[in-house]
Nanobody, 123 residues
Framework: HVQVVESGGGLVQAWGSLRLSCTAS????????ITWFRQAPDKEGEFVAL???????PYSDAVRGRFKVFKYNTNNTVYLKMNDFKPEDKAVYYC?????????????????WGQGTEVTVSS
């Protein structure tokens, strides 16, 4: 049974940086699709970035060029490095896993979710 745990949330200054972590259990981590979603207050959840066994890493238009995903199979962890943080990036960030490596952008289709980690911004 695969589980994921996020960490690293907190307070970040506007235009500052923060790194979130998503650590997964299981022995086939290199095959997993790990996807970051976020949900801002009073808004629907949205896709942020996706990493899988391939080389390409899709990002949403809102974060492309500012956020970057790093996947380390040696410690079963995916990092989301957030740079040039904007007030509209304030949200609870979740990572979701598909242990079978399917590439999906619909949050409802992911079977494994973490508890979320909140990121707030100070002006």
């Amino acid at each position: 049974h695969v589980q994921v745990v996020e960490s690293g949330g907190g307070l970040v200054q506007a235009w500052g940086s923060l790194r979130l972590s998503c650590t997964a259990s299981g022995r086939d981590f290199s095959r997993y699709t790990i996807t970051w979603f976020r949900q801002a207050p009073d808004k629907e959840g949205e896709f942020v970035a996706l990493t899988w066994s391939g080389n390409r890493t899709p990002y949403s238009d809102a974060v492309r060029g500012r956020f970057k995903v790093f996947k380390y199979n040696t410690n079963n962890t995916v990092y989301l490095k957030m740079n040039d943080f904007k007030p509209e990036d304030k949200a609870v960030y979740y990572c979701a896993a598909d242990p079978y490596g399917n590439i999906k952008y619909d949050a409802n289709s992911y079977p494994v979710w973490g508890q979320g980690t909140e990121v707030t911004v100070s002006s």
